[in-house]
């Protein structure tokens, strides 16, 4: 068989197992039911098994050493990295995606308890961004973190698993194996954000102190009492509103779809065929977080969200509209295999680049309607939130990173202790008094997406690359037509046809360079 021959068997089979797990992973989200999450487990092992045959993937070795023609080659190289970590017996497979399939349904329809009454994280998040009932945000917190004991313990015994797997295809653990067939060199990755911890540390420091004495005064407390409660987030991912800043009452009133269908309309791209597909609205048993799913790869895409109108709701429309017209206009000439971002950060990159426009004076003037006096007022504290808001991320990325590395090269040690200690030492909060408890685990991404978050990092680093390349290269106006074309034709349209430092590098005439993301939120103003 040729090559070419081998090539389109591969495209035709994996796109419609693709679509079979889309179409299933999509309907477990929006409905909470049973029979979906089966289906969807029963999609995923299919995928996981198709790339498992040994036969296949010495095929693709062979392969891979016969060519040099750019497109087959890089087709090749992705079914490579896809193969690679699914060399293992179908059993094994299918107790991985089974285990990984139980835990995501109890989080899709988990509902934390709090005074006697279910909550949403919805309702969790507004009390710790506005509530001043100090005994309530506690309680608030403690009941975000409910779900981890539900977890835990199974969580635990899909990290072994996965590790066992890894280890009998020759690696040291999961995390190493995640790394290789994601295409990242685990090395330069962690001294990126080694070097970028150690450059943001005093930035970091006097900030967070800033910040402190502010929350403090908002309390009626002391600096040294702050608890993670005290926060406007259960993992201190975000920055607490500030008082010069609450942009909430602004969207009162407001249709989010009608300012995301704008924002992108003004760069000449269209998101209603995907707005009619998607499922946006809070309901019971449906997923309480947010994201996007290009569901066949010729224009299918959906998001799911649970909006509110609000600053937050908001950025993450426009963050997941993102994702949705980068899958949306990469060339569909492209074969099936290339058809997809040229890596997970770099989708997160674009979603990052309009999740910042929620930030962006300019955007809250021409689409949200506030006027020039209002903006000129709000100009300092909007910089001031997101260089806070672009640190606390940094941070809380950093340890949930450094933490899962932990995690994978020793599961048995005591995790809850070690949570702390590098949330304490990133992130320089104070620990609760009960610390043997899986605080950690409360985050869905160990579960969903292991060995991901790396990605939300490297996105931002690439945000702030690209962002700097545009306003240098193309337009000091993010919100036009030029700049839309700039990113259809050099960022979406080539869809994985280069590897990811290679895209950028090709887009911004050099490779991944974090000083771009320094220069503009590290360095003191």
């Known amino acids: ?51 498992s045959e040994k036969e296949r993937f010495d095929q693709v070795k062979k392969y891979l050493e016969q060519t040099e023609e750019p497109v087959q080659q890089r087709q090749l190289e992705l079914l490579y990295s896809q193969m690679l970590e699914n060399q293992l017996p179908e059993e094994t497979l299918k107790e991985m995606v089974q285990l990984s399939t139980e835990l995501v349904g109890v989080f ?28 309530l945000r506690e309680e608030a917190w403690h009941a975000s973190k409910q779900i981890a004991k539900e977890v835990e313990e199974k969580l635990l015994v899909l990290v072994k698993k996965r590790n066992e797997a890894a280890r009998s295809l020759g690696f040291e653990n999961f995390h190493q194996m995640s790394f290789e067939s994601q295409e990242l060199d685990r090395e330069e990755i962690f001294s990126i954000f080694t070097e970028l911890k150690q450059l943001s540390d005093e930035p970091f420091r006097e900030l967070k102190q800033e910040m402190d004495e502010e929350l403090a005064e908002r309390f009626g407390i002391k600096v040294e009492d702050l608890r993670p409660w005290h926060y406007a987030d259960p993992f201190f991912q975000e920055a607490p509103p500030s008082k010069e800043l609450d942009l909430d009452p602004f969207y009162d009133g407001k249709n989010l779809e009608e300012l995301s269908t704008q924002t992108f309309a003004k760069m000449g791209m269209d998101i209603t065929d995907m707005l009619q597909k998607s499922d946006l609205y809070p309901r019971e048993k449906k997923n309480q977080h947010a994201f996007c799913t290009d569901i066949d790869r010729e224009g299918d895409v959906r998001v799911l969200s649970n909006n509110v109108p609000s600053d937050y709701w908001s950025t993450t429309m426009l963050h997941e509209y993102g994702h949705a017209v ?34 962006n004076p300019e955007w809250l003037q021409q689409f949200l309607g506030l006027d020039q006096a209002q903006v000129e007022e709000l100009k300092p504290h909007i910089e001031k939130s997101l260089r806070r808001q672009m640190l606390i991320a940094g941070r809380w990325i950093m340890t949930f990173v450094f933490f899962e590395r932990e995690l994978y090269e ?19 909060l104070t620990p609760p008094e009960n610390q043997d408890y899986p605080h950690w685990a409360a985050k869905i991404h160990f579960t969903l997406v292991p060995v991901y978050y790396q990605n939300y990092l490297l996105g931002e680093l690439t945000t702030s690359q690209l962002q700097r390349y545009i306003e240098k290269n193309i337009s000091t106006d993010l919100f036009s037509e030029k700049v839309g074309e700039f990113l259809l034709n050099d960022f979406f349209k080539p869809g994985a046809l280069y590897n ?12 991944l360079n974090p000083q771009h993301f320094v220069d503009q939120f590290v360095a003191v103003k």
């Open 326 to 359: 980068y899958f949306k206009y990469i060339d569909r000439d492209l074969p099936f295999l290339l058809r997809s971002p040229a890596h997970t950060l770099t989708t997160e990159a674009i979603a990052m680049l309009y999740g910042r426009f929620g930030k």
């Open 500 to 511: 990811w430092n290679e895209k950028i590098e090709r887009a911004t005439g050099e490779r």
């Open 1 to 51: 068989m040729s090559i070419e021959q081998f090539l389109e068997e591969q495209n035709k089979a994996i796109r419609e197992l693709h679509i079979n797990g889309a179409e299933a992973s999509w309907m477990a989200a929006t409905t909470g039911e049973e029979e979906w999450n089966a289906k969807s487990a029963e999609a995923d092992t299919a995928y996981s098994v198709y790339f």
């Open 410 to 428: 020793n599961p048995d040690q005591d995790l809850n202790r070690l949570w702390w200690k590098i949330v304490s030492e990133v992130q320089l």
């Open 108 to 135: 899709n329809t988990f509902r934390a308890t709090l005074n006697g009454k279910q909550v949403s994280e919805n309702d969790v998040r507004q009390i710790l961004i506005k509530s001043n009932d100090l005994e």
